[in-house]
Structure formats: structure tokens, C-alpha cells
């Protein structure tokens, strides 16, 4: 059965990276694997940034038109039918940020309705880390703007709090707590836990209630820059 | 305090808040636009005005205006629409109005692109608008020491009554990084302390007090007056602000020196380097204006080579020649098309250079 996971999420919570360790990973796996930049916010950062490599991992990339990073209108190509018509076993859609970013996936609601049941996951991706995402409450109301923006039902979340080049356990533990309460309090299942895997090791091991944690993944990460490693030096 | 991961605009919005940022004045422009996005939602929070402008001409003169009450103010943009601020600057310049100004470049000339760049330091310091005056100008290098420098930029602009420039590119406010927020602070506006500011005119006070807001001096005595008054201000700015920072310089041979951005693929290429068995080191200046003219030098005094490193044709290192005047070869690297430099590439140059040496 093809399965379909689309990434929604607070704005910089961390889909990009995650949805190429989805798409990699399925492909490694030998699963036949699309990935389709959906992102109609963003203007750097992009997806579309890592073509040559997504390409040599043999996964299709589905870019906006005309899309390479310097481009500022950005609009949704056709051949983002093709994750719907073609015959894949793993479809990842990124999306962009926010209930703005989720709006791009209104169009296809009746494409997503068509699928088979148990196909497709729409997981909200969380970084309690990020200023607007960083309470029970705030958490809440993303997630049903969101859903009232890309009229899909979200089916689960994914714990991926992060600092970036500072993360630490600790954040995956502050990001469980907060999001085990969004759970309870919506009912939605937390359904991964993503990070490094030093960290994410050291996080299982704290031996939290593996209900709040869902599937563990160790994400490589792909989005790093050369001006990453920097470390800050004010005087 | 804890650390939150911030996107640099969302970060440089909130510092410039917590510093007493009560007007901003903008429009929006890729790749700074979340900074007016940011502020029309924080503004109303905090009782201080959010007002998207018709035009980045606007803008400006509205930051004269609030800056003229001793109010703090902040605009931002990014390259196209800084060269439409230009003749506001130079008024707030020649009015010698406090208040922050964002330049986030992006590639050029004209439109350009909307992908970082380094391409107008010039602009920023070697004057941009008419007349003969200087902006206060940082080139932060990460967005903590953007959050950093926000902390005194406002105390400097008023100190010396100058408008401050950040110099960022669009990296510095598409990326994210984790920061520390510092604390709000308490500004209000001290007519005392201010008493160029118009805050006000009773009846009854001095009218030889009356607080005028100007930077037209007709008569040539008085130009030149208020010239040597904002020359003698630059000078001292010049003694006492200069910001630098260096990385490994002390036995190197080869000294790299890059603002911004770049100069963090450059301290990347350093490390490399030095994996090598290459003494290579970084000078970053801080202060792109004053610019660290004797303290390049002096740490460049062992050193057999210098090589400059932008995202641009080449534009400090006019600057860097001026330091090292002609005691050593200076080099340089960049590309002018809103590419960034990579680590390898300037890891591949400074190896051309050894040879050479």
C-alpha cells in the first residue's frame, strides 16, 4: 500500500530535515519514494537545495516551479499530481510553515480523501524549542488553525524539539512533557520522537511512558551550512 | 535564562523591542520581511506602533520624525529599498537623529536577487546619501551577537546622537539559531537627558530652548560648524568604538579577514587549515565603520600574507589595503552573484597562496 506522510508544523519546528530523513530512509529501505517540496513560504533554506543529492539517492523531487532558491513567487506545479496518480510505496510532502504553509495543501483535499484508509499521515511536527511553540496552549491552537488551513485531520505528532547546533536530551525531555499534555488534552498520538542519535539515545534511556514517545527516529542531518560549525565569539 | 531557538529576524525584532523600540517604520522586502511581520503583531502588545509605510522613503522620514521626540525607533529593509532610504539617512545624519537602521543585503545591482550577499558595504560606509557623515555600523556575525549588540546600539545612537547601521546579510535573518533573550527594559523618553528632543513646548519656557530639528544651515559659517561638529563626534566614535574580534591570528601566516556570515565559513576554513599544519588565522571586524584599521595592522605584524574574503567584488578589501598599506600582499575571494563562499573554496585559495609565499 503507498503510504503518505505530509509534514506540517510550527515554522523552522524542522520539517525540511525530517522529510528528507522520511524520504532516505524509505529509499534506502528500496522503496520507490517521491518528495515533494510544497513549501509556498520560505525562500531560503529549501528542499529543493539538496536536488543533486535527494536525485543520487533515487528519490523524485517535486520542486515549485522554476524553483532553485532564488526565486520569490513560488507556486505549486502540476506534477504534484503525480504523488496521487503514480504508483510509489512512500510519498513525503514538506511543507511550509505555520497554518499559512499548511494552506498550500487545501487544493488537494479530494485527492487525499481518495486515498485508502490508513494511508496517509498527517503529522505536526513540534520544537517546543520555538517561541511560538513552546506551550501546551500555543501548541493547541497551531494545530487546529492548521488543520482548518490544509483540511486534513491531523493523525499524530512528532517530538522533534531541537536547538539546533545546542541541542541537548534535554530538550527532547522538556518537548516530551509538553507535548504528552497536548496529547492528552486533544487526544492526537505522539506517534515519533526525533533527534540525534547521542541524544536520542540518552532521552529513551531516561525510560519515559513509550506512549508519549511513539516510534523513535535517529535523524541524520542534511540541511547543515558552512557556517554552522561556527561558534559565537562577542567579545 | 533559557535558550529558544529563533529565526534572526524574529530575534532582532524582539532585541530591538527590548531595548526600548517603540516606532517601527518599513516595508516589506525578501529577505527581511518577517522583521515587519514580526513587529505588526509585537508592537500592539506592548503599546508601540507598527506602521507599514507606502514606500521605503517614507519609512525613513518617519523614523526622523519619531526620532526627532527622543523616542527609540528601528526601521529595516533590505538592499533595494536601503538605496531608496539613502536621502533620509543622510537627514537623520545631518539632523544627528538617534535611531537603528537594518540594511539585510541581499545580491545586486538594482533588484538583484533575493539570496544573501555582502554587496553593499560600501554603501554603508563610505556614505550612501550626500554630505560628508558616518553611520555607526555593526556587522553582527550571528544572531546572538545581533541580540548582543542591540543591548547597547540604541545607548551608542544617543550617546553620540548618530543613526546606527546593522550591516547583515540574509542569512543572519533566514537562519535559525538558539539564542538568549535578554531582559525588557524600562525606556522612557528623559527630556532631560535629551534636550535637543522636542518634547514639548510650555508656555512660558525659553524660547532659546526651543528644541529645532534641522539639517539645513544655509549660511556656510554655520554648515561648517555643524560639520566639524559631526566630524569631531566621528573622531571620537572612531577612539572608542571600534569592535573586532580575532580567531587564532597570534602565530598565523596567513591571516584571513571577512565580515558577517562569511567570516564564519571563513573561521570553518581556519579550523581546516590548521588541521593541515596551515598557521592560518581569522580578523573579523565588528565595527565595519570605524573600521579597525591599526588593530589590523598590529595583528598582522608577524603575518606574510593577508587574504579578504566576501560575498561581493571585493568591497573591504579597499578597507584591509588601507590597514596593511602595503607591508604585505593582501589577496582576495568572494563571488559577486549572491553566492556564498564555501570553506573549501577558501581552504583551496589559501593553499594557492602558501606557494606563492
Known amino acids: ?235 | 535564562m533559557a535558550l529558544t531557538l529563533m529565526k534572526g529576524s524574529e530575534a532582532i525584532a524582539e532585541a530591538a523591542i527590548r531595548n526600548g523600540a517603540r516606532f517601527f517604520f518599513g516595508y516589506p522586502i525578501t529577505p527581511q520581511t518577517e522583521i515587519p511581520e514580526y513587529m505588526s503583531a509585537r508592537m500592539p502588545e506592548i503599546g508601540g506602533c507598527y506602521l507599514q509605510a507606502e514606500s521605503e522613503v517614507s519609512a525613513i522620514n518617519m523614523v526622523y520624525g519619531a526620532a526627532s521626540t527622543g523616542a527609540r525607533v528601528i526601521t529595516s529593509s533590505s538592499s533595494p529599498g536601503v538605496s531608496l532610504k539613502q536621502e533620509g539617512i543622510s537627514y537623520c545624519a545631518g539632523a544627528r537623529l538617534p535611531c537603528v537602521i537594518l540594511n539585510v543585503m541581499r545580491g545586486g545591482p538594482g533588484l538583484g536577487s533575493i539570496q544573501a550577499s555582502q554587496g553593499d558595504y560600501f554603501q554603508a560606509v563610505k556614505g550612501g546619501g550626500n554630505g560628508d557623515y558616518h553611520l555607526l555600523t555593526y556587522a553582527p556575525a550571528s544572531i546572538q551577537e545581533a541580540i548582543n549588540i542591540f543591548s547597547f546600539a540604541f545607548d551608542k545612537a544617543e550617546k553620540y546622537r548618530i543613526p546606527v547601521l546593522f550591516l547583515a546579510d540574509g542569512i543572519m535573518c533566514q537562519m535559525m539559531e538558539p539564542v538568549e533573550m535578554p531582559e525588557m527594559i524600562d525606556f522612557k523618553i528623559d527630556p532631560e537627558a535629551k534636550p535637543w528632543a522636542t518634547t514639548g513646548f510650555k508656555p512660558g519656557d525659553d524660547p532659546a530652548k526651543r528644541a529645532i530639528i534641522n539639517s539645513l544651515f544655509i549660511n556656510t559659517e554655520e554648515l561648517t560648524e555643524h560639520n566639524n561638529l559631526l566630524q569631531a563626534t566621528y573622531r571620537e566614535i572612531e577612539a572608542n568604538e571600534v569592535m573586532y574580534e580575532t580567531y587564532l591570528t597570534e602565530d598565523a601566516d596567513i591571516v584571513i579577514t571577512a565580515f558577517g556570515t562569511v567570516a564564519r565559513i571563513a573561521k570553518s576554513a581556519v579550523n581546516e587549515l590548521r588541521a593541515q599544519g596551515i598557521k592560518a588565522g581569522l580578523f573579523r571586524p565588528i565595527t565595519v565603520w570605524p573600521f579597525p584599521y591599526k588593530e589590523l595592522a598590529e595583528v598582522t605584524k608577524n603575518a606574510k600574507a593577508v587574504l579578504d574574503v566576501e560575498a561581493n567584488e571585493g568591497q573591504m578589501l579597499q578597507d584591509v589595503k588601507l590597514a596593511i598599506n602595503g607591508v604585505l600582499p593582501v589577496d582576495y575571494f568572494g563571488h559577486c552573484g549572491s553566492l556564498m563562499p564555501t570553506t573549501a573554496e577558501i581552504v583551496a585559495k589559501v593553499l594557492e597562496m602558501k606557494e606563492g609565499i
Not at chain 1, 40 to 60: A, D, S
Not at chain 1, 95 to 103: E, H, M, R, S
Not at chain 1, 107 to 133: C, H, I, K, S
Open chain 1, 1 to 235: 500500500m503507498k503510504k503518505m506522510y505530509v509534514l506540517i508544523g510550527n515554522y523552522g519546528s524542522g520539517k525540511t530535515e525530517l522529510a528528507l530523513n522520511f524520504a532516505i530512509k524509505a529509499a534506502e529501505r528500496g522503496e520507490r519514494t517521491e518528495l515533494l517540496d510544497l513549501d509556498m513560504v520560505n525562500t531560503y533554506f529549501r528542499l529543493t537545495e539538496r536536488g543533486k543529492m535527494t536525485r543520487m539517492k533515487e528519490i523524485r523531487l517535486v520542486s515549485p516551479n522554476f524553483a532553485c532558491s532564488g526565486i520569490e513567487t513560488l507556486s505549486v506545479p502540476a506534477e504534484v499530481a503525480s504523488a496521487f496518480a503514480m504508483d510509489w510505496d512512500t510519498v513525503v510532502f514538506d511543507v511550509g510553515g505555520d497554518p499559512t504553509g499548511a494552506n498550500a495543501l487545501g487544493r488537494y483535499y479530494q485527492d487525499f480523501m481518495a486515498l485508502e484508509e490508513g494511508a496517509l499521515e498527517v503529522l505536526n511536527v513540534v520544537n517546543t524549542r520555538r517561541p511560538l511553540a513552546g506551550t501546551v496552549e500555543k501548541i493547541v491552537k497551531l494545530q487546529q488553525d492548521m488543520e482548518r488551513y490544509s483540511r486534513l485531520k491531523i493523525t499524530g505528532m512528532i517530538n522533534n524539539t531541537n536547538l539546533s547546533t545546542a541541542t541537548s536530551e534535554a530538550d527532547l525531555r522538556d518537548g516530551y512533557e509538553i507535548i504528552k499534555q497536548v496529547s492528552i488534552e486533544t487526544g492526537k498520538p505522539v506517534l515519533y520522537t526525533s533527534g540525534k542519535k547521542e541524544f536520542l539515545d540518552k532521552f529513551l534511556a531516561e525510560g519515559h511512558d513509550p506512549k508519549y514517545i511513539g516510534t523513535p527516529i535517529a535523524i541524520d542531518t542534511y540541511m547543515q551550512r558552512d557556517w554552522d560549525s561556527w561558534i559565537d565569539g562577542l567579545q
